[in-house]
């Protein structure tokens, strides 16, 4: 287990979140705070960076241009992160990586609130994508 990973999952506990799951051999932890729109986010120490990941809504069909178009409008919003497509496109998620070798409490906070606030300001029109 590395120092980064170590720390991480320090940060994540003095920023009040529980560890709901913990793959020790993958640098892997998942949490939840259904407060904050957190929902199985996963938190994943590759070698010098920390990725931060979260499902936020399989599509059912292939969306529209404008869909991807004002997806790109949202992330300008951002201050951090941004809602992006996995590989087929059918899967919206929000990423973040940082810099894990000077990683600190402030990084890992902002970006865990920017993903509530970018939930709060923008679910609702998140979730019409769907129709």
């Known amino acids: 287990m590395s120092d980064g990973f170590t720390r991480v999952k320090e940060f994540v506990l003095e920023l009040g979140f ?3 799951k913990e793959i020790a051999e993958e ?3 998942i949490i939840n705070d259904d407060e904050r729109g957190i929902s199985n986010l ?3 120490c590759e070698d010098s960076v920390l990725v931060i990941e979260q499902l936020i809504l399989k599509f059912e069909t292939k969306p529209a241009a404008t869909v991807f178009e004002r997806l790109l409008q949202i992330n300008r919003e951002l201050v951090f992160g941004a809602f ?3 590989e087929t ?3 919206l998620l929000y990423r973040n990586t ?3 070798d000077n990683i600190d409490l402030n990084e890992l906070e902002s970006t865990l ?3 509530s606030l970018g939930l ?3 679910g609702q029109e998140l979730l019409e994508f769907l129709k």
Do not use: P
Request: net charge negative; charged share 20%; glycine share 0%.
């Open 89 to 91: 496109s059918d899967t």
């Open 84 to 86: 992006v497509l996995n």
């Open 27 to 29: 640098e892997i932890i």
């Open 18 to 20: 529980q560890i709901d």
């Open 42 to 44: 996963v938190i994943d």
């Open 113 to 115: 609130n920017a993903l």
């Open 120 to 122: 709060a300001e923008n």
């Open 98 to 100: 940082l810099a894990l």
